[in-house]
C-alpha cells in the first residue's frame, strides 16, 4: 500500500508512544519473533500498520543511534495480529499479515512502509496483539517502549525489546480530525507505568470527541534539533491537522543554549504550518535543571511565553502547571518525567485552555 493511501484511509488509534529509537548492530542475522500488545482507543472494521527503517530521534549521547540513520536489509519472515480482551493474553484468532499480498518482506529502503489493509473488526479498550518474526543483523527498534514486550530466539523467551515495532496502529474508523503530539520521552509518558495509558497524552485523548484521532510521536531522547532536520520523524507530525510541539529538556540538558533551541522550535513551527498544520506550542517542561541548562530554560521559557507563542497558532504553557511557584519554576514535583498524577494535572489543565 502507497503512503498516500495510507494516510488518506487510516489513522491512529493507539495512544502508545512507538517509534524507531534504535539500531541493532549483529554482525550476523539474528532470526527471533517478537510480540507487543496495543491497547485500541476506539476501534474500527479494518486495520493497518506503519513502520520505518529510519531512526527517528538520537538516542542518548548519539554514540549508538543518531537521527536519521538508515536501517540495514532484514527480512520480515512472518507478522500477524490478534484481538485480546486484556493484555498478555493469546489472541482467539490469528490473521496473517501481508505486504503487497505476500506474507513476507525483505526491507532494504530506509524510510516508511505499510502493511496491506487488515480485516479485523474491533472495539475501543481491545489489545491488538502484534507479532514479528524477523532475520537480519541492522534493523530498528524501540529501547524505551512503555509497553511490555516479549521476545523469543532460539528457543528462549525474554522481555527484551529489540525487534522492528509499528510507528502507527491505524485504524480505518471515520474521523472529522487528526491531532499529533511530537516530543520527547515526557511526551511518550517514560514517568508512567508500562501498559498504564496514563500519561499526559493519553488522557487528553481520553476527552476528546471520540471524531478525533491522536498520535503520540514521543520518543525518549528526542530533541528538537532531530525534528528540525525535517526528515521521517517531522514528515509523519504533517500528516495530522493539528500538531502539539514540546520540546527542550534533552536539548539544554545535552548543551544546547536557548537561542539554538528557539531557532529549531521556529523551525519545526514553520515547516508544519507551511505543511497545513495548526500548531500549539509548549514551553519546556521543568526537569529539575541546573547549570548553564537552568540558565538556559529559564531563558528559553522567557522568549517561548513572550515572542515565539505569537508565532504558533496556540501556546500551552507546560512548565507552569508541572514546575513550582517561583523562584523555582524549574523544579519537578511530580518528577522529570512526570508521574500518573503529574501527567493528569497536564491534561485537565490543557483541556480547560483547549475548551476556554
Avoid at 14 to 35: D, H, I, M, N, Y
Avoid at 287 to 312: M, P, T
Wanted: glycine fraction near 10%.
Amino acid at each position: 500500500m502507497e503512503l498516500k493511501e495510507f494516510y488518506e484511509r487510516f489513522s491512529s488509534d493507539c495512544t502508545a508512544g512507538s517509534a524507531a529509537q534504535v539500531l541493532t548492530r549483529f554482525e550476523k542475522p539474528v532470526e527471533r519473533t517478537g510480540r507487543v500488545w496495543y491497547r485500541l482507543s476506539h476501534g474500527g472494521e479494518n486495520y493497518a500498520l506503519l513502520f520505518t527503517n529510519t531512526v527517528d530521534s538520537t538516542f542518548s549521547d548519539g554514540s549508538v543511534s543518531k537521527a536519521n540513520d538508515p536501517g540495514g536489509e532484514w527480512e520480515i519472515l512472518s507478522m500477524r495480529v490478534g484481538l485480546c480482551p486484556a493484555w498478555g493474553e493469546e489472541p482467539e484468532n490469528w490473521v496473517k499479515v501481508t505486504f503487497d499480498g505476500k506474507g513476507e518482506k525483505t526491507v532494504s529502503s530506509p524510510g516508511p512502509f505499510t502493511t496491506d489493509p487488515i480485516a479485523l473488526s474491533a472495539k475501543g479498550g481491545e489489545y491488538l496483539c502484534y507479532e514479528i518474526t524477523l532475520r537480519g543483523c541492522v534493523f530498528p527498534y524501540h529501547e524505551e517502549i512503555t509497553l511490555s514486550t516479549r521476545m523469543t530466539q532460539d528457543g528462549v523467551t525474554t522481555e527484551s525489546r529489540q525487534f522492528p515495532v509499528p510507528v502507527m496502529i491505524g485504524s480505518d474508523r471515520k474521523i472529522t480530525k487528526r491531532v499529533g503530539i511530537i516530543g520527547d520521552s515526557i511526551t511518550q509518558g517514560c514517568g508512567t507505568e508500562y501498559d498504564s495509558y496514563t500519561h499526559w497524552a493519553a488522557k487528553i485523548a481520553e476527552e476528546l470527541p471520540s471524531d478525533v484521532s491522536v498520535w503520540d510521536l514521543g520518543i525518549g531522547y528526542a530533541r528538537g534539533y532531530d525534528a528540525a532536520t525535517d526528515k521521517g520523524w517531522l514528515a509523519r507530525a504533517k500528516t495530522c491537522d493539528e500538531v502539539n510541539v514540546c520540546f527542550g529538556v534533552n536539548d539544554l540538558n545535552r548543551g544546547r543554549t536557548a537561542e539554538e533551541l528557539i531557532c529549531d522550535l521556529r523551525t519545526i513551527i514553520r515547516s508544519l504550518q507551511a505543511a497545513g498544520c495548526r500548531v500549539t506550542l509548549f514551553t519546556v517542561p521543568p526537569f529539575d535543571q541546573q547549570g548553564s541548562a537552568k540558565e538556559n530554560w529559564y531563558a528559553a521559557n522567557k522568549v517561548i511565553r513572550e515572542e515565539l507563542s505569537r508565532e504558533a497558532d496556540d501556546f500551552f504553557d507546560f512548565a507552569a502547571v508541572l514546575g513550582l511557584p517561583a523562584p523555582d519554576e524549574h523544579r519537578a514535583p511530580f518528577g522529570g518525567h512526570p508521574n500518573a498524577e503529574g501527567c493528569l494535572k497536564a491534561a485537565k489543565a490543557y483541556l480547560a485552555r483547549r475548551r476556554g
